[in-house]
Nanobody, 129 residues
Framework: LQFVESGGGLVQPGGSLRLSCAAS????????VGWFRQAPGKEHEGVSC????????YYADSVKGRFTISRDNAKNTVYLQMNSLKPEDTAVYYC???????????????????????WGQGTQVTVSS
């Protein structure tokens, strides 16, 4: 199972970016999927996660009202729309998913990155003037 993230870059504070996470070699529609980020010197942090069926979403408090997660199962892709970006959003952003055999909730997989088994290579987001 492989994820490929794209859409990162350099943006000014207050700007927007849209990240994409494409699944390769498998069908994504059975999986919960999450976006995580890691800033230099910090642990992985869950940003937002989405269920496989009803598309319920979980957001970290730090991004509520600014980020929106969505998915298009027909395109085998999950998105993260990031608005009103702040310098503290600077990080490498990864998408990840727990294995189908793992029993977990949406919130649990988002709060604890270790509950996710499949990871992409990440895309850099830098928010700076």
């Amino acid at each position: 199972l492989q994820f490929v993230e794209s859409g990162g870059g350099l943006v000014q504070p207050g700007g927007s970016l849209r990240l994409s996470c494409a699944a390769s070699g498998f069908t994504l529609d059975s999986y919960m999927v999450g976006w995580f980020r890691q800033a230099p010197g910090k642990e992985h942090e869950g940003v937002s996660c989405i269920t496989s069926s009803d598309f319920s979403a979980y957001y970290a408090d730090s991004v509520k009202g600014r980020f929106t997660i969505s998915r298009d199962n027909a395109k085998n892709t999950v998105y993260l729309q990031m608005n009103s970006l702040k310098p503290e959003d600077t990080a490498v952003y990864y998408c990840a998913a727990p294995a189908l055999w793992r029993i977990t909730t949406l919130q649990a997989m988002c709060v604890n990155p270790k509950k996710n088994d499949y990871w992409g290579q990440g895309t850099q987001v830098t928010v700076s003037s």
